[in-house]
């Protein structure tokens, strides 16, 4: 199955967001798993104030992976990085129509959004009521 994991780092340190990406990639590939991309969004503020092993921090390092594995990989993969204590932050979400490859399907992401941001589809009234994705 294809998922995408978004991760936060602390911010400030590029070699501490390095060795998780490596990690996490490393976990996968020894798990069975492939790797389909990873992206670097850099630093970016949080929505709100987070305390983490007594600091409190208010922006973080962004990366994106995308990844098919199984369903157990993908959990090892999560509690593995989750558990780092450089880490903020970590989701991840299985993509729709996962079991073929993502040109077949032509599937964007958030990390494909790029520069100008997402655009809202004819329709939507507002941002909070209408459909979110590109056109």
Not at 22 to 30: D, N, R
């Amino acid at each position: 199955m294809l998922y995408e994991m978004i991760a936060v780092v602390r911010p400030g340190n590029i070699a501490e967001v390095k060795d998780i990406a490596l990690k996490a990639g490393t976990l996968l590939l020894q798990n069975g798993g492939v790797i389909r991309s990873l992206t670097n969004w850099g630093p970016f503020l949080l929505t709100k104030p987070v305390i983490k092993h007594q600091q409190k921090l208010d922006s973080g390092h962004h990366f994106i992976l995308r990844f098919d594995a199984s369903p157990q990989v993908q959990e090892k993969v999560r509690k593995t990085i989750a558990i780092d204590p450089r880490m903020v932050r970590c989701g991840v979400v299985r993509m729709v129509g996962g079991d073929k490859l993502v040109g077949e399907h032509g599937i964007k992401g958030m990390s494909e959004i790029g520069a100008e941001g997402p655009v809202w589809k004819k329709g939507s009234s507002s941002p909070g009521g209408g459909y979110f994705g590109r056109l």
